[in-house]
């Protein structure tokens, strides 16, 4: 399977397994996981069919580690980013000191504003990787990392989730825990 294949594999599952599973008529379990077989077969049926070794490649090898099988492999989801509603079960944990946020240097004047907000998805997500939030950025256009005071956020009661890929979570980062870093 080339890169392109993993890459349109990729999106089909953050699409089903984060925002519409219910267009391949799927309904997520608890904490956002799905049946394997039923989601290949529900693939399958909707036109974009991914065999069990491919699902296992783009759960290996996706660089941002989106997707986990459960621990008997008999199950499938997304580790974060959803829009629709799910309880993944993450368990609030003290944070780094420092956490990253990438963006687009157009979002910083309503960022300083109303700070990092978590729009359709569930939380806000952040990063001790500072490359990985940087590429994030780039996606959207002008780079601009943000660094997050995390540890006096913390202090002040705001909780924070790590998930199995190390992405940071937390409802929202108030613009007097923001920096801008210089790249």
């Known amino acids: 399977m080339n890169e392109n294949q993993q890459k349109r594999i990729s999106k089909n599952l953050s699409y089903v397994l984060r925002h519409r599973p219910d267009t391949v008529g799927l309904e997520l379990l608890d904490g956002g996981w799905v049946e394997v077989d039923v989601l290949l077969d529900a693939m399958k049926r909707s036109g974009k069919a991914v065999t069990l070794d491919e699902l296992q490649i783009v759960v290996a090898e996706n660089n941002k580690q989106r997707f986990e099988f459960s621990a008997d492999g008999a199950q499938i989801r997304a580790r974060q980013g959803h829009s629709v509603e799910v309880d993944l079960g993450y368990k609030a944990t003290t944070p780094p000191a420092v956490l990253y946020h990438g963006t687009a240097t157009r979002n910083l004047d309503s960022i300083f504003a109303d700070g ?54 937390t409802d929202h980062v108030s613009p007097e825990y923001l920096t801008v870093v210089e790249l």
């Open 116 to 169: 990092l907000q978590k729009g359709r998805r569930h939380h806000v997500h952040l990063s001790t990787n500072k490359e990985t939030m940087i590429q994030v950025a780039m996606r959207h256009g002008k780079p601009v990392l943000l660094a997050v005071d995390a540890a006096r956020m913390s202090a002040a009661g705001c909780e924070f989730y790590v998930t199995g890929n190390d992405v940071w979570l």
